[in-house]
């Protein structure tokens, strides 16, 4: 009752604010879904989105931005609790041209999107010098829904995240809580041709039981040795405390091309690699949320190798396109769990996935998408031989009013 109070008084107070100038819409969104969702042959998810939002400027150097999403959803040929969130809502306000300070709920994530990516609360600055982008950040994430969030990190974590929805029960829509400190170094004139972005990052357990803290450092380096082509590494060490000190590992390395002809179209390849748990000392590494690594198959980066390509293209004004190919590898037998995985087997090869998608937006206010793929488990020898291939397909038609 609370959560459906709180959308109809964002409703109220954007009807209220537009009377004094500042702008207000509603995205409206439908995504009909087909596959084998939830492991389950033949599954069928319809769900509606809709997302009001307000902005403004209070006074000088002060300015608002608030949002919120409601979502239904029909799953297994029954209608699930219908889901009130709050979206990007924060304060931002401009002491000086070169600094801000931002409270609320806002984006967060590291340069690499390796660690962490999502709305977080909290506060949040940042200075900009002359060749220097230096910010700041504390964030509490207890107050997240669970599934938006992603924190997945402990037993605990898991046990709340599976949990119904059940709005009188505050772990069945509560994140796991946990404090992040965030500060990000950017230099984007470090020469020419390079950008080199540096994060530090501390998360600590407030659940009180089976406590994980960890720390990260993150460097992200990017190289142009010539203009059509983008090459860029990233890699990080994590420091995990559960019951004994832990390091885990993550590396990336990616290269973006834009051939020089008259499609608007770029070629992208990308391969990650994190550490898996190999001994006392050298752990799994944990990313602070589940970051997905695939579109149909989507484990999180830990204990996990991945090579990625795909090509994207903009057909026309109103047409762009995309499609891609993946290929996925465990590198230990203990942290990614399916229930179809053998466990007689070594084979660190989980298997490959192709996937496409297509964008037209016939006006700026409206956008129709199609997408699908198709992940193989016989590409791999992780999974049972009569292991089913996973597939979806989606449509989406989304409204700006």
Do not use: C
Request: aromatic share 14%; hydrophobic share 40%.
């Amino acid at each position: 009752m609370k959560l459906k109070t709180g959308f109809l008084l964002l409703l109220l107070l954007a009807a209220g604010f537009t009377a004094f100038g500042a702008d207000f819409g509603l995205v409206l969104g439908i995504t009909p879904e087909y596959g084998t969702i939830n492991d389950d042959a033949g599954d069928f998810v319809f769900t509606g989105t809709m997302t009001p939002w307000i902005s403004g400027v209070l006074q000088e150097g002060l300015s608002y931005y608030a949002s919120g999403r409601l979502t239904a959803e029909y799953e297994d040929g029954e209608m699930d609790p219908l889901l009130f969130e709050v979206e990007r809502t924060e304060l931002t306000w401009r002491p000086l041209s070169r600094a801000y300070v931002s409270f609320g709920r806002q984006p967060v994530k590291d340069s690499a999107e390796m660690i962490v990516s999502g709305l977080f609360d909290g506060v949040n600055g940042a200075f900009l010098f002359d060749k220097a982008r230096l910010s700041l950040g504390v964030y509490y994430t207890g107050l997240l829904y669970k599934e938006s969030a992603a924190i997945l990190l402990t037993k605990q974590d898991y046990d709340n995240y599976h949990k119904s929805l059940d709005y009188g029960d505050g772990d069945s829509y509560s994140a796991s809580r946990r404090f992040l400190f965030a500060v990000t170094g950017e230099f984007p004139d470090l020469t020419s041709r390079t950008f080199l972005a540096l994060n530090g990052l501390a998360q600590f357990d407030l659940n009180g039981q089976d406590s994980l803290h960890s720390q990260y450092l993150l460097g992200h380096y990017f190289f142009t040795p010539i203009e059509p082509l983008t090459l860029n590494l990233a890699a990080s060490v994590e420091f995990i405390e559960e019951q004994d000190l832990q390091l885990g590992f993550a590396v990336s390395g990616g290269a973006d091309w834009e051939p020089p002809s008259a499609l608007q179209d770029m070629l992208s390849a990308r391969i990650r690699w994190s550490s898996g748990a190999t001994s006392d000392f050298l752990g799994a590494f944990l990313p602070l949320n589940g970051i997905s690594q695939g579109e149909i198959f989507t484990p999180r980066i830990s204990a996990l190798m991945s090579l990625n390509g795909s090509y994207t293209v903009r057909l026309h004004s109103e047409v762009s396109a995309a499609a891609g190919a993946a290929y996925f590898i465990r590198t230990d037998r203990e942290t990614y769990f399916n229930a179809d995985l053998d466990p007689g087997s070594s084979s660190p090869f989980l298997g490959a996935e192709l996937y496409a998608s297509a964008a037209w937006a016939p006006e700026s206010a409206i956008r129709l998408t199609l997408e699908g793929g198709a992940f193989f488990p016989g590409l791999g020898g992780a999974f049972y031989q009569d292991t089913p291939v996973q597939w979806k397909i989606s449509t989406g038609i989304t409204l700006s009013l």
